[in-house]
C-alpha cells in the first residue's frame, strides 16, 4: 500500500471508531440511563414503573419499621411535599438515618419504590450534591409549615 | 516558618516555569543557544516543588493547627501514618502533590533525556514548565494549602475514617505518578510536533514515560479495585463509578499509546495517530482530575464542592488540550507517515488493538460524561451505572482479549505465514472451557460463559510468542508482553468466576445459629465491642468451616468520633480458590444480628492479574532501559554534535 493511501485508510479507520463509539453509546443510554426523582416527581407519574431510576429525598422521622426476616426495612421517603414508601432488603450503609438524606437506586412496583442500593452521606461533610438543594428546600418546606 | 517556606517555595517555582515557557518561545524562534540553561531551570523548579510538598508533609506530620488544611483534614489522636496521608488525602494537598510529581517529572527529562534532538527537549521542557505553570496558578490563586488559621483551634477536624487505610497511603500517589507520568509523553509529542521531529527517536524517548506511566496507572487501578472492595463492603471490585472511570479512561488512553509507540518506534509509521494519543491519554488524566477534584460529580468519591475551584480546573483543561489539539491540526496533516504495510501484518494488528481500545475509551467517556451533559442542557438528573458499562464495553473488552491472542504473533510489514494454525491448541483449550461450563454450570450468563472460554484461549495463547526461543536470549520487552497478556487472561478467569459463581447470603442471626453460603457453614459465637486507637467497634466472631477445618472471622461496625462516622469492616478470608467475605450489619429488636456472608470463587484472580499486567510492564520498562543504556554512549556523542556545531 502506498504511505498516501494508507494515512486515508488509517484517516477513515480512526473516524469509523469514533462513530462506532458514539452510536454504541447513544444506543446503550437510551434506555439504561436511571433518572434521578425526587417524592414530588414520583407522585406525579414521571418515572415509570419497573424502569430503573434513583429516588433521593430525607428519610421520614419515625418511618423506619424492619420486616420478620429482619433483613427488609420499609421506610417513607419525603422532599416535603410528596412522600413514597422505600421496601429494601439489606444492610443499610453505616449514617443511614432517620431524618437525614439518603439516595436510593431501584424501581417503582405497585406504588412501591423498592430498593437495591441504598446510599447515604459518608460524614457530617459529605452530601450527595443532588440532595443539597434539597436539604435547604426541605428545611424552607418545615419552616412554612411550622 | 515551615508554611511559609512551602508557599515560597511554591511562588518560586511558579516564576521559574514562566521563565522556561519563555525560554520556549525564544528557542523556537531560532535562538536554541540562548534556551541551554533550560535544562537547569527545569531541575531547579522540580526541586522546588518537591521541598514545598516537603514542608506540608511536615506540617501535617507535627499537626500544625495554625494551617487552616492541618485543622480540616487531621486530628491530634491519629495514627502517625494516617497524619501524613492525611497531607494528600484532601483537595489541596493532592493538587500540590499533583504538580510537584509534574515538576519533578519535568525534572528527570531535564536530567536524563539524551535521545531527542536539543530543540524537541527544549521545546518539550517548555510545555512540560507550561502545564506545571497553569496548575501552580491554580493551588496559588485558588486552592493555597499553607493558608493560616487565626486563631488556631486546639483540636483539628479529623479525616473522614474510610480514608483511614493503608490503602490511601499508596492508592493516591500511585494513579498520580501514572496521572503525570502521561503529561511528560503530552510534553514530548507537543515539543516535536512543534519542531517537526516526530520520528521512531522520539517514540523511543517517550516509550518508557509511557511505559512508567501505564504500570503505575495499572498498579494503581487494580488497588483502587481491592480497597473499594474491602473497605466499602459492598463486596464488588469495580462499580463503574465516575471516579474509577476517571482512573480508567487514561489507561485505556495509556494502554493504547503503549502499543502505537512501538510501531513508531520500530517502523517509523503511525506518527499522526501516535502523537494523537499522546495527546488524548494525558487530557484524560486532565479529565480525571478535574472531575474528581471539581467535586462535579454525584459520588462517594467527590469529597469536596466547590464550583469556582472546578471553572478553574475546566479553564486549564480547555486551554492545555485545545492548544494541543490546534497544534495537532496544524502539523498532523503534515507529518509524512514512515514504512508502509500491509492488511496482515503486526502493525496492522497494532491498529486493530487501537481502534478497539479508542471505542472502549468513547463509550466509557460518554458514558461518565452523559449525566454531566444532560443536566447542563435540560437540567434533568440521571445517572448512568453499570447496566450500561458493562453492556457496552464488555464484549468489547471480551472481542479485544480473543485478538491479543494473535497480533504478537504477527510479523512487521507483512504476515505470510498461516498465523492462525499456531493457534489450534488455544482455541481447543477456549473451545473446551466452552464446553465444560455448559456442562457443569448450564445457567450462567453468556458473557460469564464466554469469559471462561476467551480465558483458557488467552492463557495458552499469551505464552505461544515465547515458544522456539531460547528463554535467555529473548528480549524482556517480549517476556514482559506475555506476561502481561497472561495477566489478562488471569484476571478475566477471575472476573468471570466471580459473575458466575458467587454465592451470598444476607440473614439475621443470633449467637449459635448456623447460615449456609456455597460450600461454607459460617456460626455466628458472639458480638463483643472493642477498641482502637480512635475509634471503638462492635465485632462478630465467626466460625467457618467447610468440611474439616475451622476458621475464625472478625468482622467489625466501627464507631469513628472525629468526625461522628461509622465504617463496616468486613473480615476477609483467603484460599487458594476464593474468598470469605463476612460483613456485620444491625441488630434486630430479638437480639439478632444483620450478616451478609458472600463466598467469592477465584476472586483474587482479578487483582493477581493486574498485578501479573502491571509486572509485564516492569519487565518491558526493564528491558527497554538497559537497552537506552548500551546505546547512551552513541547517543551521548550524537548529543554532543548537535550541541557544539
Not at chain 2, 391 to 400: E, N, R
Not at chain 2, 627 to 636: E, N, V
Request: cysteine-free.
Amino acid at each position: 500500500m502506498k504511505p498516501k493511501n494508507q494515512r486515508l485508510v488509517l484517516v477513515i479507520a480512526a473516524a469509523a471508531a469514533a462513530l462506532v463509539a458514539v452510536l454504541l453509546a447513544m444506543w446503550g443510554l437510551k434506555d439504561r440511563a436511571s433518572y434521578f426523582y425526587t417524592p414530588a416527581d414520583i407522585a406525579a407519574g414521571k418515572a415509570e414503573p419497573g424502569k430503573a431510576v434513583r429516588l433521593g429525598g430525607m428519610v421520614e422521622k419515625g418511618s423506619i419499621t424492619r420486616q420478620a426476616d429482619g433483613v427488609t426495612i420499609r421506610f417513607v421517603m419525603t422532599d416535603g411535599k410528596a412522600e413514597t414508601p422505600v421496601t429494601f432488603r439489606g444492610i443499610t450503609p453505616d449514617l443511614f438515618r432517620e431524618g437525614s438524606g439518603a439516595v436510593a437506586e431501584g424501581r417503582i412496583e405497585n406504588g412501591t419504590f423498592v430498593a437495591d442500593t441504598i446510599l447515604a452521606k459518608h460524614d457530617e461533610r459529605y452530601m450527595p450534591p443532588e440532595l443539597g438543594n434539597l436539604a435547604a428546600e426541605h428545611k424552607a418546606g418545615k419552616t412554612l409549615e411550622k | 516558618m515551615i508554611a511559609e517556606a512551602g508557599l515560597a517555595a511554591l511562588w518560586l517555582a511558579a516564576a521559574l516555569a514562566a521563565f522556561q515557557m519563555t525560554l520556549m518561545i525564544t528557542a523556537l524562534r531560532g535562538e536554541v543557544a540562548v534556551a541551554r540553561t533550560m535544562r537547569g531551570i527545569a531541575i531547579v523548579q522540580g526541586a522546588l516543588s518537591l521541598i514545598s510538598f516537603a514542608m506540608l508533609l511536615l506540617v501535617f506530620a507535627r499537626t500544625d493547627l495554625s494551617v487552616a488544611l492541618v485543622v480540616e483534614n487531621s486530628h491530634s489522636a491519629k495514627p502517625f501514618i494516617y497524619k501524613v496521608a492525611g497531607a494528600w488525602g484532601n483537595h489541596e494537598g493532592s493538587m500540590l502533590l499533583w504538580v510537584m510529581i509534574l515538576a519533578v517529572a519535568g525534572a528527570f527529562l531535564g536530567l536524563f533525556s539524551r535521545r531527542t534532538s536539543e530543540r524537541t527537549l527544549i521545546a518539550a521542557l517548555g510545555a512540560q514548565a507550561t502545564l506545571a505553570l497553569g496548575f501552580y496558578a491554580f493551588l496559588l490563586i485558588a486552592s493555597n494549602p499553607f493558608a493560616r488559621l487565626s486563631p488556631a483551634p486546639f483540636e483539628g477536624q479529623g479525616l473522614n475514617p474510610l480514608l483511614q487505610d493503608p490503602g490511601l497511603a499508596f492508592h493516591p500517589p500511585t494513579l498520580y505518578f501514572g496521572y503525570v507520568g502521561l503529561s511528560v509523553a503530552f510534553s514530548l509529542a507537543v515539543g516535536a510536533l512543534l519542531t517537526n521531529e516526530v520520528d521512531a527517536r522520539l517514540a523511543r524517548a517517550m516509550r518508557p514515560w509511557v511505559l512508567g506511566a501505564w504500570i503505575f496507572l495499572t498498579l494503581g487501578i487494580t488497588a483502587g479495585s481491592y480497597w473499594a472492595y474491602y473497605e466499602l463492603g459492598w463486596g464488588g471490585y469495580w462499580f463503574w463509578d465516575p471516579v474509577e472511570n476517571a482512573s480508567l479512561m487514561p489507561w485505556l488512553a495509556a494502554t493504547a499509546l503503549l502499543h502505537s509507540i512501538n510501531v513508531l518506534a520500530a517502523r517509523g509509521a503511525l506518527k499522526a495517530w501516535t502523537m494523537m494519543l499522546a495527546v488524548v491519554a494525558f487530557s484524560m488524566s486532565m479529565v480525571g482530575t478535574f472531575l474528581v477534584r471539581s467535586g462535579i460529580l454525584t459520588s462517594v468519591h467527590a469529597f469536596a464542592i466547590d464550583p469556582e475551584r472546578g471553572t478553574f480546573l475546566l479553564a486549564l483543561l480547555a486551554i492545555y488540550v485545545g492548544a494541543a489539539f490546534v497544534l495537532f491540526a496544524l502539523r498532523g496533516a503534515t507529518l509524512k507517515e514512515g514504512a508502509p504495510f500491509e492488511l496482515v501484518s503486526r502493525e496492522s494488528g497494532l491498529v486493530v488493538n487501537n481502534l478497539i481500545l479508542s471505542v472502549i475509551l468513547g463509550v466509557v467517556f460518554v458514558g461518565t460524561l452523559y449525566p454531566l451533559f444532560v443536566e447542563a442542557v435540560s437540567g434533568e438528573k440521571l445517572s448512568v451505572g453499570a447496566p450500561y458499562f458493562n453492556l457496552v464495553a464488555g464484549p468489547l473488552a471480551l472481542v479485544l482479549a480473543a485478538l491479543v491472542g494473535i497480533g504478537p504473533l504477527l510479523s512487521w510489514r507483512r504476515e505470510r505465514r498461516p498465523v492462525l494454525k499456531q493457534l489450534t491448541v488455544p482455541a481447543l483449550l477456549g473451545v473446551t472451557a466452552l464446553v465444560i461450563t455448559v456442562i457443569v454450570a448450564p445457567g450462567i450468563r453468556i458473557l460469564p460463559r464466554l469469559g471462561f472460554s476467551v480465558a483458557a484461549y488467552l492463557a495458552a495463547a499469551s505464552i505461544l510468542p515465547l515458544f522456539g526461543r531460547n528463554p535467555l536470549r529473548t528480549p524482556l520487552a517480549t517476556w514482559g508482553m506475555a506476561v502481561a497478556h497472561f495477566g489478562i487472561a488471569v484476571a478475566l478467569f477471575g472476573m468471570a468466576a466471580n459473575a458466575a459463581f458467587t454465592s451470598e447470603r444476607l440473614a439475621v442471626a443470633r449467637a449459635g445459629e448456623i447460615l449456609d453460603v456455597g460450600p461454607w457453614r459460617v456460626q455466628l459465637q458472639d458480638v463483643t465491642p472493642t477498641a482502637g486507637k480512635n475509634w471503638t467497634a462492635l465485632e462478630a466472631e465467626l466460625k467457618a468451616s467447610r468440611g474439616q477445618g475451622v476458621i475464625i472471622l472478625r468482622p467489625q461496625t466501627r464507631y469513628f468520633s472525629d468526625p461522628p462516622t461509622e465504617t463496616s469492616e468486613a473480615a476477609i478470608e483467603t484460599f487458594w480458590n476464593g474468598q470469605l467475605y463476612t460483613i456485620i450489619g444491625k441488630p434486630d429488636l430479638g437480639g439478632g444480628w444483620q450478616l451478609r456472608l458472600w463466598w467469592k470463587p477465584f476472586v483474587t484472580l482479578i487483582w493477581a492479574g493486574g498485578a501479573l499486567i502491571a509486572l509485564g510492564g516492569a519487565l518491558a520498562l526493564a528491558g527497554r532501559l538497559w537497552l537506552l543504556r548500551r546505546r547512551r554512549k552513541a547517543d551521548a556523542d550524537d548529543w554532543r554534535q548537535v550541541r557544539y556545531a
